[in-house]
């Protein structure tokens, strides 16, 4: 970073905020915040950000791979893997049966107890963001392939049936 200005270093070190080349160009005393995207084009500002991202990632050992992998786990979480049920009830399972891509795709396990008994709360990451953004990495959400209305019709129909669901088993 030694060819950058100091309001360009203090810009570099904005944007690694929260990558928005606006808001950083302001927070770094920029008049005209859209001047953030010209700058985020310039091969020295471009290369230190770059240098700095690197250095980030070894620093904090968050890759791209990283990543994609835990939103892979959370994507293709099955529930058989976390719940057994059937006439005899439900029954979830025991945490050390779980496999570490299981275990990473749960959000909240939690015990209550009140009036009504008993009460456990089970919550798994968000499936179908982590689906989205799986398929936007892989291309399928662009081009003439653009899969993005499947996927939200597919989405849209997996809710419909799990309403439809819910709805037959309380009657």
Request: proline content about 1%.
């Given at each position: 970073?030694?060819?950058?200005?100091?309001?360009q270093r203090?810009?570099?070190?904005?944007?690694l905020?929260?990558?928005?080349?606006?808001?950083?160009?302001?927070?770094?005393?920029?008049?005209d915040?859209n001047?953030?995207?010209?700058l985020?084009?310039?091969?020295?500002?471009k290369?230190?950000?770059?240098?700095?991202?690197?250095?980030?990632?070894?620093?904090?050992?968050?890759?791209?791979?990283?990543?994609?992998?835990?939103?892979?786990?959370?994507?293709?979480?099955?529930?058989r893997?976390?719940?057994?049920w059937?006439?005899?009830?439900?029954?979830?399972?025991?945490?050390?049966?779980?496999?570490?891509?299981?275990?990473?795709?749960?959000?909240?396990?939690?015990?209550?107890?009140g009036?009504?008994?008993?009460?456990?709360?089970?919550k798994?990451?968000h499936?179908?963001?982590?689906?989205?953004?799986?398929?936007?990495?892989?291309?399928?959400?662009?081009?003439p392939r653009d899969?993005?209305a499947?996927v939200?019709?597919?989405?849209?129909?997996a809710?419909?049936?799990?309403d439809?669901?819910?709805?037959d088993?309380?009657?």
């Amino acid at each position: 970073m030694r060819d950058l200005t100091d309001k360009q270093r203090l810009f570099v070190a904005e944007y690694l905020v929260d990558l928005n080349a606006t808001g950083a160009a302001r927070r770094a005393g920029y008049s005209d915040g859209n001047i953030g995207r010209q700058l985020i084009t310039k091969d020295n500002v471009k290369a230190a950000i770059d240098s700095a991202k690197a250095k980030r990632a070894e620093r904090t050992r968050v890759s791209a791979d990283k990543v994609v992998r835990e939103l892979a786990r959370l994507a293709f979480t099955d529930m058989r893997s976390f719940v057994e049920w059937g006439p005899e009830g439900v029954k979830l399972k025991n945490s050390t049966e779980l496999i570490d891509d299981d275990s990473a795709a749960v959000t909240e396990v939690s015990e209550s107890f009140g009036e009504n008994g008993r009460t456990l709360k089970f919550k798994l990451g968000h499936k179908d963001s982590a689906l989205k953004m799986l398929a936007q990495h892989i291309g399928l959400l662009e081009g003439p392939r653009d899969m993005g209305a499947m996927v939200d019709s597919f989405l849209a129909g997996a809710q419909t049936v799990k309403d439809m669901q819910t709805e037959d088993l309380s009657q």
